[in-house]
């Protein structure tokens, strides 16, 4: 099999970006850091919007993990198959 980029490699390193972006998401969310709502209107607007992008960050965040896994599981049963191909 010709060598190249270790496309499951990559993958796998993608994924861990990924799962530590998301446990900083937990941190946020498990340690209530943005609980106490602000007393002045605009900063309670701002407080709001930032409750707001931290969901969507946690929803994207989770569906590109689980891009990435089916991603590096395909490139690991291309690479069998291609093993068994080349050996068999």
Do not use: N
């Not at 943005?34 to 969507?56: F, G, K, N, V, Y």
């Not at 946690?58 to 891009?67: I, S, Y």
């Amino acid at each position: 099999m010709p060598s190249g980029p270790d496309f499951a490699g990559l993958l796998e390193s993608a994924l861990g970006r990924l799962l530590e972006a998301s446990c900083l998401v937990s941190q946020i969310e498990d340690h209530d850091l943005l609980a106490e709502l602000p007393a002045d209107d605009e900063a309670r607007r701002r407080h709001q919007a930032a409750i707001s992008m931290i969901a969507i960050l946690r929803r994207e965040l989770d569906g590109v993990a689980t891009e990435l896994q089916a991603a590096i599981t395909t490139v690991d049963v291309l690479h069998r198959a291609q093993t068994r191909r080349t050996t068999g």
